[in-house]
């Protein structure tokens, strides 16, 4: 499911449940005063959560085949200490494009469309960024360090720690 609530996000079965919503099921019809819901959900959330599990399993094989050195799941954007955060800890961007060099995001709900911040509409954003950095020669990363110091010790510009 596709919600607009706060800048617009995924909200699967699961995460619906756990935020205490009772699901009830295809509403199958009304009488005498009373909703009748279909029977499918159980299935429907099972298939859900078998596709989440497999889907799952597909990105981590990839991840492990390729490479992939990947950062916590749970690391938060507002833990990096670059001078380009707004107050609620997002970063700055015109469509994936920080003003610190270098740095640039994908990914993010409504980062230039609707489905910005899901995994398949995440793929025009990173594309659009990545031909950003081959026109601008911008290949190099700096290397950022959580406590706004960089590789080479000196504390970056702009940094909070």
Same mark, same amino acid.
């Given at each position: ?14 995460? %619906?449940?756990? &935020? @205490?919503?009772?699901?009830?099921? *295809?509403?199958?019809? +009304?009488?005498? !005063?009373?909703?009748?819901? #279909? ?45 380009? %955060?707004?107050? &609620? @800890?997002?970063?700055?961007?015109? *469509?994936?494009?920080? +003003?610190?060099? !270098?740095?640039?995001?994908? #990914? ?49 510009? @702009?940094?909070?720690?």
């Amino acid at each position: 499911m596709l919600s607009g609530a706060h800048g617009g996000h995924t909200v699967s079965y699961q995460q %619906l449940a756990r &935020d @205490g919503v009772r699901l009830l099921g *295809r509403l199958a019809g +009304a009488e005498d !005063g009373k909703l009748r819901f #279909g029977p499918e959900l159980p299935g429907h959330v099972q298939f859900a959560d078998a596709a989440a599990a497999r889907f799952r399993h597909m990105v981590d094989d990839y991840v492990t085949r390729a490479g992939i050195v990947a950062a916590d799941p749970d690391t938060d954007p507002a833990e990096l200490h670059v001078p380009v %955060l707004v107050p &609620d @800890g997002a970063p700055a961007h015109s *469509r994936g494009v920080t +003003a610190f060099p !270098g740095l640039y995001v994908a #990914g993010y709900p409504w980062l230039s469309n609707r489905g910005s911040g899901l995994l398949y509409g995440a793929a025009a954003d990173a594309n659009r960024v990545a031909q950003h950095i081959a026109a601008t020669g911008r290949s190099r990363v700096p290397t950022v360090a959580r406590s706004g110091v960089s590789a080479s010790g000196t504390p970056m510009e @702009g940094a909070s720690r």
